[in-house]
C-alpha cells in the first residue's frame, strides 16, 4: 500500500485477522492504517482473502471489525481481492449473509460491474467498500468503477472521494496589475535608471541588449505577477470593462430615473394635498 508523503500515516496492528487454517488455501492477508490530514481521520486498509478460504468464518471476522469501526465513526475505505462473487447475491446463501453483514455496519460496496471477465463468467470479486462516518453531513461526491485493461485477469479499480466545498486556487490564474500607482512606480524605475551605457555605447547590439534589460527589469518589479481575485474569477469572459462601464451607467440612469420619480410624486401628493384643504 502506498500512502502520499504528505499524510500522517500509522498502521493499526490491534486490527487482525486471522486465517482459519495453516496453509496457503485458508490464508487472509490484510492490512489497515490510519490515515491523517488537516484534522481529517481516514482508515484504509487492503485485504486478500484466498478462493478456498471458508467465507462464513471470513464474513464473521470481518462483521466484528466493522462493528468497532462503525462505532469509531471514522470515516473508512477497505479495498482488496475478496474472491467472493457479489453477483451471486440472492442466489447463494453465505453471499448473501455477506454483504447484508456489510450494508448492516453502513459499508457499501462502491464496485457493482464484473472486475474478472472470461469467455465462460463474469464475475464480481475485487471490492471496495466506503464507510462515510463523519463525512454523513458532510458534501462528499465518490466516483468508482473498473479500469479496462488486459494486463491482467482482473480489472483495476477505482475510488474517488471528492470534497465539493474544496476551494480550490488551482484555476486562478497569476495576472499584472496595471494600476495608476503601478504605472507610477514604473516611470520612476526608468526615470532612475542609469542610461550612460546606452548613449556611450559604440556597439547597437550590446546598446540595445542594455536598454531591454533594464526596461524588463523595471516592469517585472512594478508589475509583479499576482493570483487573480476570487471576485474577479467569477467574471465572465466576455465581460469587458466597456461593458461594466455601461452596465453601471444604466445602473444610475434608473437609480436616478426613480429618485426623480420619487421627488415628482411627493410634489404631486403635497399640491393634492393643498388643493383638498382649500
Known amino acids: 500500500m502506498y500512502v502520499k508523503n504528505k499524510f500522517c500515516c500509522s498502521e493499526l496492528n490491534h486490527i487482525k485477522m486471522s486465517s482459519s487454517a495453516s496453509s496457503v488455501e ?36 470481518l462483521e466484528n471489525i466493522l462493528e468497532n469501526l462503525s462505532k469509531s465513526k471514522i470515516p473508512c475505505v477497505i479495498a482488496g481481492d475478496l474472491n467472493i462473487d457479489l453477483a451471486k447475491y440472492g442466489i447463494h446463501q453465505e453471499t448473501t ?18 472486475s474478472r471477465i472470461t469467455t465462460k463468467s463474469a464475475t464480481i470479486i475485487d ?55 503601478n504605472i507610477s512606480v514604473f516611470n520612476a524605475s526608468l526615470l532612475n535608471t542609469n542610461w550612460a551605457s546606452v548613449y556611450n555605447s559604440n556597439n547597437v547590439n550590446d546598446a540595445y541588449n542594455y536598454f531591454e534589460k533594464k526596461i524588463k527589469e523595471s516592469y517585472y518589479k512594478s508589475f509583479k505577477l499576482v493570483k487573480l481575485s476570487r471576485k474577479r474569477m467569477k467574471d465572465k469572459k466576455w465581460i469587458t470593462s466597456g461593458l461594466k462601464n455601461s452596465s453601471r451607467h444604466k445602473t444610475d440612469f434608473i437609480e436616478n430615473g426613480c429618485k426623480r420619480e420619487k421627488i415628482k410624486m411627493k410634489r404631486n401628493i403635497k399640491l393634492i394635498g393643498n388643493t383638498i384643504s382649500k
Open 26 to 61: 485458508g490464508k487472509v492477508e490484510s492490512i489497515w492504517i490510519e490515515l491523517s490530514y488537516n484534522n481529517t481521520k481516514y482508515i484504509v486498509a487492503g485485504i486478500y482473502r484466498h478462493p478456498n478460504h471458508n467465507i462464513a468464518d471470513f464474513s464473521v471476522q
Open 127 to 181: 471490492h471496495i467498500y466506503y464507510y462515510e462516518g463523519q463525512n454523513c453531513n458532510k458534501d462528499k461526491r465518490f466516483f468508482s468503477g473498473n479500469f479496462w485493461s488486459d494486463l491482467t485477469d482482473h480489472l483495476p479499480n477505482y475510488f474517488l472521494l471528492l470534497n465539493t466545498h474544496c476551494k480550490s486556487d488551482i484555476d486562478r490564474p497569476f495576472i499584472r496589475l496595471y494600476s495608476e500607482k
Open 97 to 114: 449473509n455477506y454483504v447484508n453483514n456489510l450494508l448492516v455496519n453502513n459499508f457499501m460496496p462502491v464496485i457493482v460491474m464484473p
